[in-house]
């Protein structure tokens, strides 16, 4: 199976988020580690000539990232927040964070809402805030990019 992955604007919340595009069977997974924004396009069977796909969106609500100091632990990771969080959620991830074993510098906990993102604790890199197309001019500087590079945070 051949697929193109690059970087779009995101659906919802128009920062970098990355494409995966199986050309060849029409599936496609977004995943926009800003707000949390997620869509797949999977096939559900084949039969003859057609093919049904099923389609699953999940509006974005934010993003934990989580980094140890020292050696990598269990809950270290990014964890797309596809749905609104409760308040117990919500105190259970600040919690997380408090924990003496983590890298505050490289970890975040930010809540997209109504179009707003808020940092609740933690550093978000430099460009998490950045609007695709100024993301796109950065990395490709003369813009003759075909496909632009994947944003890693």
């Known amino acids: 199976m051949g697929s ?3 970087s779009i604007a995101c659906p919802h919340c128009g920062c970098s988020a990355t494409e995966d595009d199986y050309y060849k069977t029409g599936e496609r997974f977004i995943w926009c580690f800003r707000c949390g924004y997620t869509y797949y396009k999977t096939i559900d069977y084949t039969v003859g000539d057609v093919t049904p796909y099923n389609e699953t969106e999940y509006k974005g609500h934010g993003m934990f990232y989580l980094v140890s100091k020292g050696k990598k632990r269990e809950n270290d990771g990014r964890r797309i927040l596809n749905r609104p969080l409760t308040e117990q959620e919500m105190n259970d991830f600040k919690a997380e964070l408090q924990d003496e074993a983590v890298d505050l510098e ?5 809540m997209y809402e109504n179009g707003t993102f808020t940092t609740i604790a933690g550093n978000p890199p430099d460009d998490f805030y950045l609007p695709f197309d100024v993301y796109k001019n950065r990395v ?3 813009n003759m990019e075909v496909i632009v590079p994947i944003n890693p945070h």
């Not at 490289?106 to 930010?110: E, L």
């Open 106 to 110: 490289k970890s975040y906990f930010v």
């Open 140 to 142: 490709g500087k003369d």
């Open 4 to 6: 193109i992955c690059q």
